[in-house]
C-alpha cells in the first residue's frame, strides 16, 4: 500500500498518530491541533515528558494499540517508528485503506513546506543545539517555528508554528517508519545544516558505521546551492562527510586552530562559562553561557556559526547564550534534597556519557559525583559498546550500574553486560556497584550520599520512576 500525501489535507481534518508520545510525535500532534486538526493518538507505555505535554494539550492518548483505536474513523494516520508492520493497528489501517504517511514526510509537506529550514545533525547533540539555534533565531527577530526532540526551557513546549519564513528542526538519522527506510533527514528539505558529530550508533537499524557515514553522505547533497553548512572540522570522520558537500557557504568549527570558525575557553564556574570566537583568527565576539562540558560549547559555537552566515546580530546572539536555559533531561537541575544536587540526563552513547560525567564533575569541582546510568537505547542494550562504557566511566567518582532495560529481543551474544562492566570498572580500581531495580539504587544513594554529594542519573527513558522515588526519599531522610 502506497503512502499519501498529507498536504492538502483540510483543517479540520482527523489525524490519527500511532506512536504519539515519541519525542518527534508529541511534537507533531501540538503542531497539528495548532492548525486546526482534530488530533488523537495512540501509545503502548507513555511517560513524561512528553506524555503530560500531550495532556496539557487536550489530546487523549489511547492504550495500547488496537484495531479500536481507529474507530471512529480517522481521514489521515501518521504512522511513527516505533510501528512495525505486524502491529494490530498498523493493519487495520491497511484493511480501512486509510491514507497515511510517515511522520518525517509530514513535518516536510506541512510544517517545513517552503521555508528556511535549519536542520540540526549529527549522532551528538542534537536537542541542546536545536534548541539554542532556535532561541537564537527567536531574539533575532526570526519567528521562528521549530520542532525539538526534548522540551527547550526558554519556550516550555517542543513545538512550535512558525511565524514567518524559518523552521529549525532537529535532523534524526534513526529511520522513517517500516515502509520507509530512510534517515528522518531525508524528509526535512535541508538548507542550513549542522553536523555536530557522527559516530556508530542505532545498532538495531545500521549494520556498521559505514552505513552511518552512508546516511550522512545523504544528507549532504541535498542541500542546495543556496544554503549553508557548519561541520565540526576537529572529527576526519565528520569532515570526511562534509568535504562531500559541494556547495558555497561551507564552514568548519571547533577547537583546532584548522577550522575557519574557532573557539577559545575562558573560563568555567558553576554559573557561567565564558568562551570567544574567531573566524579566520579575527575575533567575532566574546560569548557567556550556564552551558558546561566541552560538548555544549561546541554545540554554541556551530549556532553562533551559522547565525553569523545569516548575518544575525551579534549583539542578540549574545543575549540569547546568556540568557538560554537549556532542556529538560539535558544535564538539567532536578533540584537540592537534604543537601545533595540531583541532575538528570539523557545521555546513552559512551562519548556523551563521558562527557556528561566530565562535564558535572568539572563543574562541581568540590563535590562528589554519583553517576547512576541505565543501558536502555537500542544500542546501549547491545555489546557492540562494552569496551566503551568502561571509558566513559573511567574518570567517574562513584558508579552505579542499572541492569539492561528488557533485552528479550536479542540474542544472547548480542547482549550488553552490566555485570562484566561493573567487573572492568572494579579491575580498575573504580567504585563501580551493580543494582537489578531502580529501587536498589534509590536505597543505595540514600544510605550514601552526604550533604554537598551531587547524584548525575543518565537514561533515555521513564528509569522505572527512579527521579520521583530518591527525591522522596532524600527529603524524608533524618
Known sequence: MPQSSIKNLASGSHIHLMGICGTAMASLAGLLKDRGFKVSGSDLNPYPPMSTQIESLGIQILRPYKKENLNPKPDFVVVGNVISANNEEAQEMVSQNLPFCSLPQAMGE????????????????????????????????????????????NFSQSFRNPGANTFVIEGDEYDTAYFDKVPKFIHYKPKNVILTSVEFDHADIYKDFDAVKAAFYKLMKLIPQNGSLVYWGDDSNVKGIADTCQIVKKFSYGFKDNNEYTVKMLSESEAETKFAV???????????????????????????????IQGMDMEQVKKALKTFEGVKRRQEILGEYSGVLLIEDFAHHPTAVKETVKAIQNKYKNRKVFSV??????????????????????????????????????????????????????????????????????ADLVARTQKGDVVLIMSNGGFDGIYEKLITQLKNRK
Open 373 to 442: 546510568f541505565e543501558p536502555r537505547s537500542a544500542t546501549s542494550r547491545r555489546k557492540v559498546f562494552q569496551k566503551d562504557y568502561v571509558e566513559a566511566f573511567s574518570e567517574a567518582h562513584e558508579i552505579l550500574i542499572a541492569q539492561a532495560f528488557d533485552q528479550g529481543k536479542i540474542s544472547d551474544e548480542d547482549r550488553f553486560s552490566s555485570d562484566e562492566l561493573i567487573q572492568d570498572l572494579v579491575n580498575l580500581g573504580k567504585s563501580a556497584k551493580l543494582f537489578q531495580s531502580a529501587d536498589q539504587i534509590v
Open 110 to 153: 506541512v510544517i517545513i513546506a517552503d521555508r528556511d529550514s535549519f536542520v540540526i545533525s549529527g549522532t551528538h547533540g542534537k536537542t541542546t543545539t536545536t534548541s539554542l539555534m532556535s532561541w537564537v533565531t527567536e531574539n533575532c527577530g526570526l519567528k521562528p517555528g521549530f520542532l525539538i526532540g526534548g522540551i527547550p526551557k
Open 278 to 308: 574567531y573566524l579566520n583568527k579575527n575575533l567575532i565576539a566574546e560569548f557567556g553561557t550556564p552551558m558546561v562540558g566541552r560538548y555544549n560549547i561546541l554545540n554554541a559555537t556551530a549556532v553562533i556559526a551559522q547565525a553569523h
